[in-house]
């Protein structure tokens, strides 16, 4: 891959690209342009989410996820148009996730990009979706390489060190359960409903996180991976094991599972953070953790991180809450960082329902690095 960066800033000056994003159930449409300071302007950002649709099957049901996608992304893309006060020819490329994520959401996106991109001439540029979270920082504020990034959503959970733009090191990700998942399906089992990780947060408010004992996973193993489903599996023992429940269990039980997900982050992220300090001792302090994606959200997960942070030497950043969570003006941005490279894509560009960032492990095994089962892995 070509990490060439941009040939020369006034080239990149002024770019215009259109980003698009379907991959799990989010249809989002953003318009972005490059000043000559580098900074990113948003001029349009639109998400359209589809909760209603699938609240009563109680998780994100692919079908009509694809379907809600397809009706919604030629629409989406005008609105932004419409938005930014622009037309196809004042753009400079067309960017949209190809991958990993649901397939047949995948294909809503990537298709309407190249039917833009044929129709109007512009280049098309893919965008893996992992790549949009780990520079979503760098929409709202400036941020030089190398960061450790803790990515930790509903289908993802990985620690990586952004190095640059197309390069990132996976120090480690789960091997069941994303940390969402882990909400959700909590959430499902305490009867909280759909969403269920800000059910979950709102519950937990009212109950002692110490009054049950949940187990700590993967305690005293190397490495920087992450465990979910012996907690999801310990939580749902104890709902099921308690004869009538009461609101006051519940809270307590939403509350242990909370603060038990949030420590087990906060512990793997700590090793990650010694590992990043090794590899880079010139990075003065406070060096840089980011976190994205959905559970980015909980204040009991951004505490325990930001408390971790602080004794190691690190300062936690975290982007704003709409570009935490699945979005288009991340995936304009990847595009867009893309597009100065030079690295845009053929009309054939495959949707790809896995697709590691980091190339290593895309090399040793391509079924590894986007989180096992959830529902973008
Ligand atoms: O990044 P995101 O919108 O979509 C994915 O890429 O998956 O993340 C959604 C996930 C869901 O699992 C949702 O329950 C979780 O993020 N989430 C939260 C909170 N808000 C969203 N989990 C815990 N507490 C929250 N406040
Ligand atoms: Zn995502």
New binding site residues.
Partial sequence: MDLAPPSSSTQADGLIVLGLES????SAAAILRRQADGRIEVLADLVLGQTEAHAPFGGVVPEIAARAHAEAMDGLAAAALNEAGLSLADLDGIAATSGP?LIGGVMAALMTAKGLALGSGKPLIAVN?LEG?ALSPRLSEPLDFPYLLLL?????TQLLIAEAVGRYRRLGSTLDD????A??KT?KVLGLG?????????CAQEGDATRFDLPVPLKGKPGCDFSFAGLKTAARQIWDGLETPTEQDRADLAASV?AA?ARALASRTKRAMDRFAEDYPDIAQPRPLVV??????????RAALEEAAGHAGFSLIAPPMKW???NAAMIALAGLEKLVRGQTDELDAPARARWPLDAVSAKLDPAIGSGRK???A
């Avoid at 994205?292 to 997960?301: D, E, F, I, L």
């Fill in positions: 991959s799990c159930d989010e994520g979706h979270h930790v959503s509903g289908g993802h994303a940390a969402g998942e909400f959700d959430a759909f969403p269920g990780g800000p059910a979950l947060e709102r909370q997900i994205a994606g959905g559970v980015a959200a909980n204040r009991t997960v935490c969570t699945d959830g529902p973008k």
